[in-house]
């Protein structure tokens, strides 16, 4: 499922990142509820919205996709 993808990648890197939910909702500007429906995969991220995770994230959109270049 691709929702589901997305959120598994969005949730291990903000772990990775020691961020709560909490925290990255409010550097995104999105809702706490929002970013956890994404995290479980009920929902599908806009572009927009990657990209801004990725930045506040400090990695690549292509990181979150699972996606790696040599």
Do not use: C
Request: proline content about 1%; charged content about 30%.
């Amino acid at each position: 499922m691709e929702s589901n993808r997305w959120g598994r990648r969005i949730r291990a890197f903000r772990k990775l990142k020691a961020m709560k939910q909490l925290d990255l909702s409010k550097e995104i500007g999105m809702s706490t509820s929002i970013l956890g429906q994404i995290e479980r995969g009920t929902r599908v991220p806009t572009q927009e919205q990657l990209e801004t995770i990725a930045s506040v994230l400090h990695i690549k959109v292509e990181e979150l996709m699972g996606k790696t270049y040599i």
